[in-house]
């Protein structure tokens, strides 16, 4: 309610819609203490969706991602108690570490696979993946890599070698040439 209630009052006071960006969905308090926290996410969800709606807004809210689903790539399930995110949401994107897309991960034990995340969260910079798992108004199943600095707190956007070769397949390769990280 604080956060609807917000939203509307910032425009009114200054005719102009905000961005807005819920950081993250998970610690919404909700008035009713007898909801679960399932249910108490898709309530919240329902009415960010509805303000979204009502001020044809850009929202960009902030969710947990299961425990189950830390040593798998993100998919619809990843999203914590995620009953009405993956329908709700217009464009559900995830982080991830590059690791989990490993051919060696793939077929490591479970103590191996935590070695190897473990390694990977530990290395500087981390190596991120940004992957679309739903794009309601456009295409879906891209990604985006990333060298992730935390002592900074920044992501600066890195090309693999198979964005490289689709791009030379496209012919539009020639400006990027020596500055590719690889």
Same mark, same amino acid.
């Given at each position: 309610?604080?956060?609807?209630?917000?939203?509307?009052?910032?425009?009114?006071?200054? @005719?102009?819609?905000?961005?807005?960006?819920?950081?993250?969905?998970?610690?919404?308090?909700?008035?009713?203490?007898?909801?679960?926290?399932?249910?108490?996410?898709? @309530?919240?969800?329902?009415?960010?969706?509805?303000?979204?709606?009502?001020?044809?807004?850009?929202?960009?809210?902030?969710?947990?991602?299961?425990?189950?689903?830390?040593?798998?790539?993100?998919?619809?399930?990843?999203?914590?108690?995620?009953?009405?995110?993956?329908?709700?949401?217009?464009?559900?994107?995830?982080?991830?570490? @590059?690791?989990?897309?490993?051919?060696?991960?793939?077929?490591?034990?479970?103590?191996?696979?935590?070695?190897?995340?473990?390694?990977?969260?530990?290395?500087?910079?981390?190596?991120?993946?940004?992957?679309?798992?739903?794009?309601?108004?456009?295409?879906?199943?891209?990604?985006?890599?990333?060298?992730?600095?935390?002592?900074?707190?920044?992501?600066?956007?890195?090309?693999?070698?198979?964005?490289?070769?689709?791009?030379?397949?496209?012919?539009?390769?020639?400006?990027?040439?020596? @500055?590719?990280?690889?």
């Amino acid at each position: 309610d604080d956060i609807l209630l917000y939203v509307r009052q910032y425009i009114a006071e200054n @005719e102009c819609k905000p961005i807005v960006v819920v950081d993250y969905l998970q610690v919404i308090q909700n008035a009713d203490t007898h909801q679960s926290t399932r249910d108490a996410v898709d @309530e919240n969800v329902r009415a960010l969706k509805q303000l979204q709606c009502d001020y044809n807004l850009v929202m960009i809210v902030i969710s947990a991602l299961n425990r189950a689903n830390y040593m798998s790539v993100v998919d619809y399930e990843s999203f914590k108690e995620s009953g009405g995110i993956e329908y709700t949401a217009d464009v559900l994107w995830g982080l991830q570490l @590059e690791v989990l897309r490993d051919k060696v991960f793939e077929t490591a034990t479970t103590n191996k696979r935590r070695e190897l995340v473990k390694e990977a969260k530990a290395a500087i910079p981390r190596r991120i993946e940004l992957v679309c798992v739903k794009n309601r108004p456009g295409i879906s199943g891209y990604s985006c890599h990333f060298d992730y600095y935390p002592n900074a707190d920044y992501f600066m956007p890195r090309l693999t070698t198979e964005d490289y070769s689709i791009m030379e397949k496209r012919g539009n390769s020639d400006d990027l040439k020596g @500055e590719l990280p690889f």
